[in-house]
């Protein structure tokens, strides 16, 4: 199948289905034998369905790529905000355990014909209470579709594209990093770790923009910066983007970088100074390589990590910097304030009495504006 032609038959399939009654018992091998076959043009005999595990029935396993579904009706809760391990994870992790270890899976799929929860039971993720699924929702099954490769290839981790992406552009910055310091000590530079951390963070910052549209491009761009041959140029587009007037410089491609406030581009730093007896890093050539990345696909948390590859570990301890993960940030703010903040709109959503009142209040709470 091209991609035109699976990005139309997952287009069908959610059709389909959002208007569906989407009964566990009557409807799953339907839904995964129509997923399986129509939208990924595979044949639907890769997975069993209602497989036997002392006494068990799994609702369907997928032996060669390890896949192990639990389908629940429409609109089923599959997770929850007040235990660790929701009801339906807890369900599908008992058939998972009584699975020999040769036969366990990697994957499990909680499903209710409205949202994928994929777990991954890699042995990394060895503290299954603390697992938390990606989730891919039916309605964005069109966009997300890639995302369910790993159902039949068993090296495919599009699952996570954020965090894929994310790890490929922090590697880059670290190569771009390594070459600025590599350039400032053959040059006998000192004192160069914190503009070489500024280098970064802004050059992080200019490619997010581009993607987003913050840097206007117009259809003949390639790249933002192909026409940068030095790092006097790269210092020009820094200067610019702390000036908050330059509509009317000579250069139009330096007119396209916007004013930037809140100090980022602020800060004077020194650049490699050029010696011609030392090779300057490959400007261009790296900054073409960041053409791959769909920066606005990075995740937000993950940002955190690309900046701190970037500095140096003498650095980082001294400013007490230090990467944390989403699933640890959770873990500190849910049981703080977002597992009482979900059930308290829980309960205003499931209210008979004043149910329209109580909701306002909740807004006002959150600080979440609305008009009466």
Same mark, same amino acid.
């Given at each position: 199948?091209?991609?035109?032609?699976?990005?139309?038959?997952?287009?069908?399939?959610?059709?389909?289905?959002?208007?569906?009654?989407?009964?566990?018992?009557?409807?799953?091998?339907?839904?995964?034998?129509?997923?399986?076959?129509?939208?990924?043009?595979?044949?639907?005999?890769?997975?069993?369905?209602?497989?036997?595990?002392?006494?068990?029935?799994?609702?369907?396993?997928?032996?060669?790529?390890?896949?192990?579904?639990?389908?629940?009706?429409?609109?089923?809760? *599959?997770?929850?905000?007040? %235990?660790?391990?929701?009801?339906? &994870?807890?369900? @599908?992790?008992?058939?998972?355990? !009584? $699975? +020999?270890?040769?036969?366990?899976?990697?994957?499990?799929?909680?499903?209710?014909?409205?949202?994928?929860?994929?777990?991954?039971?890699?042995?990394?993720?060895?503290?299954?209470?603390?697992?938390?699924?990606?989730?891919?929702?039916?309605?964005?099954?069109?966009?997300?579709?890639?995302?369910?490769?790993?159902?039949?290839?068993?090296?495919?981790?599009?699952?996570?594209?954020?965090?894929?992406?994310?790890?490929?552009?922090?590697?880059?910055?670290?190569?771009?990093?390594?070459?600025?310091?590599?350039?400032?000590?053959?040059?006998?530079?000192?004192?160069?770790?914190?503009? *070489?951390?500024?280098?970064? %963070?802004?050059?992080?910052?200019? &490619?997010?923009? @581009?993607?987003?549209?913050?840097? !206007? $491009? +117009?259809?003949?761009?390639?790249?933002?910066?192909?026409?940068?041959?030095?790092?006097?140029?790269?210092?020009?587009?820094?200067?610019?983007?702390?000036q908050p007037d330059h509509t009317s410089l000579p250069d139009?491609?330096?007119?396209?970088?916007?004013?930037?406030?809140?100090?980022?581009?602020?800060?004077?730093?020194?650049?490699?100074?050029?010696?011609?007896?030392?090779?300057?890093?490959?400007?261009?050539?790296f900054l073409e390589q960041t053409?791959?990345?769909?920066?606005?696909?990075?995740?937000?948390?993950?940002?955190?990590?690309?900046?701190?590859?970037?500095?140096?570990?003498?650095?980082?301890?001294?400013?007490?910097?230090?990467?944390?993960?989403?699933?640890?940030?959770?873990?500190?703010?849910?049981?703080?304030?977002?597992?009482?903040?979900?059930?308290?709109?829980?309960?205003?959503?499931?209210?008979?009495?004043?149910?329209?009142?109580?909701?306002?209040?909740?807004?006002?709470?959150?600080?979440?504006?609305?008009?009466?």
């Amino acid at each position: 199948m091209t991609e035109n032609e699976q990005i139309s038959a997952a287009r069908k399939f959610v059709n389909e289905w959002l208007n569906r009654e989407g009964n566990e018992k009557s409807e799953m091998q339907r839904f995964w034998i129509s997923l399986i076959r129509d939208v990924f043009g595979k044949s639907d005999s890769i997975i069993d369905f209602e497989k036997n595990v002392a006494g068990h029935s799994i609702d369907g396993f997928i032996s060669c790529t390890g896949v192990l579904i639990e389908q629940k009706s429409l609109y089923q809760e *599959l997770k929850s905000h007040n %235990v660790k391990m929701p009801l339906a &994870f807890r369900q @599908a992790k008992l058939y998972y355990d !009584e $699975l +020999t270890y040769s036969e366990r899976p990697r994957w499990i799929v909680i499903c209710n014909f409205r949202e994928f929860h994929i777990y991954d039971m890699y042995p990394d993720n060895i503290f299954e209470n603390d697992l938390r699924p990606e989730i891919i929702k039916l309605e964005n099954l069109s966009r997300d579709y890639k995302r369910l490769n790993f159902l039949f290839d068993p090296n495919d981790d599009s699952v996570r594209p954020e965090v894929k992406v994310s790890k490929a552009a922090a590697d880059l910055i670290a190569k771009i990093r390594d070459s600025l310091k590599s350039n400032y000590e053959k040059n006998k530079q000192r004192d160069y770790q914190n503009s *070489l951390a500024q280098i970064c %963070v802004r050059l992080v910052f200019c &490619f997010y923009a @581009a993607d987003i549209g913050l840097i !206007e $491009l +117009t259809n003949d761009d390639k790249n933002i910066f192909r026409y940068i041959k030095n790092f006097s140029d790269l210092q020009n587009i820094f200067a610019v983007m702390n000036q908050p007037d330059h509509t009317s410089l000579p250069d139009p491609n330096l007119n396209r970088f916007p004013y930037v406030n809140g100090g980022l581009f602020e800060e004077k730093i020194s650049m490699p100074t050029y010696n011609p007896n030392v090779k300057p890093i490959d400007l261009a050539a790296f900054l073409e390589q960041t053409r791959v990345f769909k920066w606005h696909n990075i995740h937000p948390a993950v940002f955190g990590a690309i900046f701190e590859s970037v500095l140096n570990d003498k650095f980082r301890r001294a400013a007490g910097m230090h990467y944390t993960s989403i699933d640890n940030i959770h873990r500190v703010i849910d049981p703080l304030f977002l597992d009482e903040l979900y059930d308290e709109f829980k309960s205003a959503r499931k209210a008979r009495k004043d149910k329209p009142l109580k909701l306002r209040n909740f807004q006002k709470k959150t600080g979440v504006h609305y008009r009466p």
